[in-house]
Nanobody, 117 residues
Framework: VQLQASGGGLVQAGGSLRLSCLAS????????MGWFRQASGKEREFVAS????????AYAGTLKRRFTIASDDAKDMMYLQINNLKHEDKAVYYC???????????WGQGTQVTVSS
C-alpha cells in the first residue's frame, strides 16, 4: 500500500486549502482513512478520519468547524478541506489508512502546510 499526500503549501491566515491523498492498494476488505498532523516540536495528532464508503467521519475536538474530510472510493482518493486557516494549523499533514479508526497501519509521506500573516 502506498499513500501519496499532496496539496500543501503556503497560505495566508484566513485562507483555504485542500489536501489530497491517493491510496494505491487495498490491504483490508474494509478500511478507514484519515489525516494526522505534526507541528514542529510536537507529537503527531489526529485530525480526522472517514470510513471506506465515505458516509461516516470523525474529527478531533473543534476542528470540525473548519476541517472537512471526504473520500472518493472509486478514485482511491481522500481529501481534507481546511477553511479559515490559522497559524496553529501550520504542520506536516499525513494521510493514513488502517483497519480500525483512527487508522494507523499505513502512512503517507506528509505534505507541509504553512500559514502566513
Amino acid at each position: 500500500v502506498q499513500l501519496q499526500a499532496s496539496g500543501g503549501g503556503l497560505v495566508q491566515a484566513g485562507g483555504s486549502l485542500r489536501l489530497s491523498c491517493l491510496a494505491s492498494g487495498r490491504p483490508f476488505t474494509e478500511f478507514f482513512m484519515g489525516w494526522f498532523r505534526q507541528a514542529s516540536g510536537k507529537e503527531r495528532e489526529f485530525v480526522a478520519s472517514i470510513n471506506q464508503s465515505g458516509d461516516k467521519a470523525a474529527y478531533a475536538g473543534t476542528l470540525k468547524r473548519r476541517f472537512t474530510i471526504a473520500s472518493d472510493d472509486a478514485k482511491d482518493m481522500m481529501y481534507l478541506q481546511i477553511n479559515n486557516l490559522k497559524h496553529e494549523d501550520k504542520a506536516v499533514y499525513y494521510c493514513a489508512l488502517g483497519s480500525s479508526c483512527p487508522p494507523r497501519d499505513y502512512w503517507g509521506q506528509g505534505t507541509q502546510v504553512t500559514v502566513s500573516s
